[in-house]
């Protein structure tokens, strides 16, 4: 049951993510209603899909993972340290510098990042499938960015190296956070020392 909560809400999280990338489709729900009609149905949409992601694995962790294969621990260990840079990268892409413009779509990077390396140290077939189709979606929608037509809005401003330190410094707060209070905390599931 959980594990189809759990695709459900991939289904809603993703599937509107991916709406941006059908361009003429975006445009015509925009047309039909409005601008911010718009953003709030996305809006909603996203945070139920979410939601039932977030429901749907728990619910499929707690009545027992589905094992596939069993990671060697040392794929464990490069998961751990694919997610300093991947978190980096999710943190420039909103404080833009020079590892934005080098990486030109830093978000996607550092979800690719999470999301394969999740996958090397998840060997039960919710997390492949979790964790497989933001990896999916991420490549997906990369490969999209090449070849839309629109610039998507007007260009936002880029800061220079003090942004890049920025994102440096806050990655490695939130990376810290993650691994050290949310992952044990939170989800039950310690990744430092495991």
């Not at 059908?22 to 718009?38: Q, V």
Request: glycine fraction near 14%; avoid cysteine; aromatic fraction near 10%.
């Amino acid at each position: 049951m959980g594990l189809l909560v759990m695709i459900l809400g991939l289904v809603l999280f993703l599937g509107a993510h991916t709406l941006t990338t059908a361009r003429e489709l975006r445009a015509g729900l925009i047309a039909a209603t409005g601008e911010s009609g718009y953003k709030i149905g996305y809006a909603l949409i996203s945070l139920v899909g979410l939601a039932l992601i977030v429901w749907g694995f728990a619910q499929y962790r707690a009545t027992g993972l589905w094992s596939v294969w069993t990671p060697p621990t040392f794929l464990k260990h490069l998961s751990v340290a694919l997610m300093l840079p991947a978190v980096i990268l999710i943190v420039a892409a909103y404080l833009r510098g020079r590892i934005y413009q080098a990486v030109k779509h830093p978000m996607l990077a550092g979800v690719k990042l999470w999301a394969f390396g999740h996958l090397l140290a998840n060997g039960d077939l919710g997390g492949i499938i979790l964790f497989g189709s933001f990896l999916g979606w991420a490549v997906y929608d990369r490969i999209s960015l090449k070849r839309r037509a629109d610039a998507g809005g007007p260009p936002i401003p880029v800061g220079g190296i003090g942004n890049d330190l920025i994102a440096i410094v806050v990655g490695v707060i939130v990376y810290l956070a993650l691994a050290f209070a949310f992952h044990p905390v939170v989800l039950g599931i310690p990744v430092m020392g495991s």
